[in-house]
């Protein structure tokens, strides 16, 4: 039973994997795409991660690291794409000469 679990879970993750892969075939713009592609492939590899947790138990905190890591890099680089990609003026930064007189 846990093996089907197991195996159910890498399948639902390799169909987020192909299904954001698709996404970057539309006609939206790059960070529609970027964005689609970020989360379903951070949902496709959190879901294969956890049928490797079901088949090889002993190895959890490895496999909950990475799970982890994969939520906090994902979402980080999301917010810094966004942030770059934004054109408003209110995110330049103004450098003043500090003057030492």
């Known amino acids: 039973m846990i093996n089907l679990l197991s ?3 890498i399948g639902v993750g390799l169909f987020f994997w192909f299904w954001g892969t698709s996404s970057l075939l539309t006609q939206r713009s790059v960070l529609f795409k970027l964005h689609n592609l970020s989360v379903s492939d951070t949902l496709g590899s959190i879901s294969i991660i956890t049928g490797l947790l ?5 190895e959890w905190p490895l496999l909950l690291l990475a799970i982890l890591s994969l939520v906090l890099w994902n979402t980080m680089l999301g917010y810094v794409l966004a942030y770059c990609s934004s054109s408003s003026p209110s995110r330049t930064l103004n450098f003043r000469r500090r003057s030492d007189g």
């Open 7 to 9: 195996y159910l879970c």
């Open 54 to 58: 079901l088949l090889r138990p002993r």
